[in-house]
């Protein structure tokens, strides 16, 4: 059963840094390609951003480029994602999902994946 679990999230203030972690109980995690996707209240969730199951490309939403950066670590069967210069607008329910290498789903869709953890919360003053 694959698990994937977030953590790092939490209450920051404008143009602090963060960085969070998905840890995953997949057995062969190098061969999912991982997504981060935020969920703000009263909102639908939305694409923040994926790496391929190699680690060798990542993508983003345009409002994250420049500031946040999605990594993995194989090794370790976790993703990360660091988030610097954030803005209250970024204040979401943050979630990591994973999809085998295999799909042929785009990765901006949430639909495309096939596990999700529970998510972790972060909140960003002004």
């Known amino acids: 059963q694959v698990q994937l679990v977030e953590s790092g999230g939490g209450l920051v203030q404008a143009g602090d840094s963060l960085r969070l972690s998905c840890a995953a109980s997949?057995?062969?995690?190098?061969?999912?390609?991982m997504g981060w996707f935020r969920q703000a209240p009263g909102k639908e969730r939305k694409f923040v951003g994926c790496?391929?199951?190699?680690?060798?490309?990542?993508y983003y939403t345009n409002s994250v480029k420049g500031r946040f950066t999605i990594s993995r670590d194989n090794a370790n069967n976790t993703m990360y994602l660091q988030m610097n210069s954030l803005k209250p607008e970024d204040t979401a329910v943050y979630y990591c999902?994973?999809?085998?290498?295999?799909?042929?789903?785009?990765?901006?869709?949430?639909?495309?994946?096939?596990?999700w953890g529970q998510g972790t919360q972060l909140t960003v003053s002004s």
């Open positions: 790496i391929t199951w190699s680690g060798g490309n990542t």
């Open positions: 997949i057995r062969t995690f190098s061969v999912y390609a």
């Open positions: 999902a994973a999809v085998n290498r295999g799909s042929s789903g785009p990765l901006v869709v949430p639909r495309t994946y096939d596990y």
